[in-house]
C-alpha cells in the first residue's frame, strides 16, 4: 500500500530541460512499461536551464529502476540519480560508500513505520564484531 510505504526522495539531473508544467505532470502517473505505473508523490523543480534539469522526486513504492524507466517515458535521459533520504534517514554531507549509525529517533520512526505496514519489525543490524550470514535458508 504506497500510503503505508516509506518515502525515498531522489535528486534527478536529466537532459533535456523540463519546463514546471512537466514537473507538475509527474505526479498524475506515467506508464513506465511491464504493466506499471509511476507515480511520484512530489516532484519539484530544483533547476533548470533548456539542457538539463535538476528534479526533487519522491516515490513510495521502489520498482526496478523505477527512476530512470519513469524519465524514460517523459522522454528524457538521466544524467545523474542520487537517492538523498530513505523514510527519517537523510544523506547529508555522507561520502558515497561510507557509513554512519542511526540515531535513536530515526530507529524509532522506522520501527513506526514499518509496524504501520504490518511488516515485522524484529530486525537488528549485526552487532560490531559479528559477521551476518551470508546465506538465506528460507
Same mark, same amino acid.
Request: proline letters at 10%.
Given at each position: !500500500?504506497?500510503?503505508?510505504?516509506?518515502?525515498?526522495?531522489?535528486?534527478?539531473?536529466?537532459?533535456?530541460? /523540463? =519546463?514546471?508544467?512537466?514537473?507538475?505532470?509527474?505526479?498524475?502517473? =506515467? !506508464?513506465?512499461?511491464?504493466?506499471?505505473?509511476?507515480?511520484? =508523490?512530489?516532484?519539484?523543480?530544483?533547476?533548470?536551464?533548456? !539542457?538539463?534539469? #535538476?528534479?526533487?522526486?519522491?516515490?513510495?513504492?521502489?520498482?526496478?529502476?523505477?527512476? %530512470?524507466?519513469? @524519465?524514460?517515458? %517523459? =522522454?528524457?535521459?538521466?544524467?545523474?540519480?542520487?537517492?538523498?533520504?530513505? &523514510?527519517?534517514?537523510?544523506?547529508? !554531507?555522507?561520502?558515497? &560508500?561510507?557509513?554512519?549509525?542511526?540515531?535513536?529517533?530515526? &530507529?524509532?520512526? /522506522?520501527?513506526?513505520? #514499518?509496524?504501520?505496514?504490518?511488516?515485522?519489525?524484529?530486525?537488528?543490524?549485526?552487532?560490531?564484531?559479528?559477521?551476518?550470514?551470508?546465506? @538465506?535458508?528460507?
Amino acid at each position: !500500500d504506497p500510503a503505508n510505504a516509506v518515502p525515498r526522495v531522489y535528486e534527478v539531473t536529466v537532459r533535456p530541460g /523540463m =519546463t514546471p508544467g512537466e514537473i507538475a505532470a509527474l505526479t498524475e502517473g =506515467t !506508464d513506465i512499461g511491464r504493466d506499471e505505473t509511476s507515480r511520484p =508523490t512530489s516532484a519539484r523543480l530544483l533547476a533548470t536551464s533548456p !539542457d538539463a534539469s #535538476v528534479v526533487e522526486l519522491t516515490l513510495t513504492e521502489g520498482r526496478n529502476r523505477e527512476v %530512470r524507466r519513469l @524519465f524514460r517515458a %517523459r =522522454t528524457r535521459r538521466v544524467l545523474k540519480l542520487v537517492r538523498t533520504s530513505f &523514510g527519517p534517514f537523510r544523506l547529508g !554531507d555522507l561520502a558515497p &560508500g561510507a557509513w554512519r549509525e542511526a540515531s535513536a529517533s530515526e &530507529g524509532a520512526a /522506522m520501527r513506526a513505520k #514499518v509496524s504501520n505496514t504490518g511488516m515485522s519489525s524484529t530486525f537488528e543490524p549485526p552487532r560490531p564484531g559479528v559477521t551476518p550470514p551470508t546465506t @538465506f535458508v528460507p
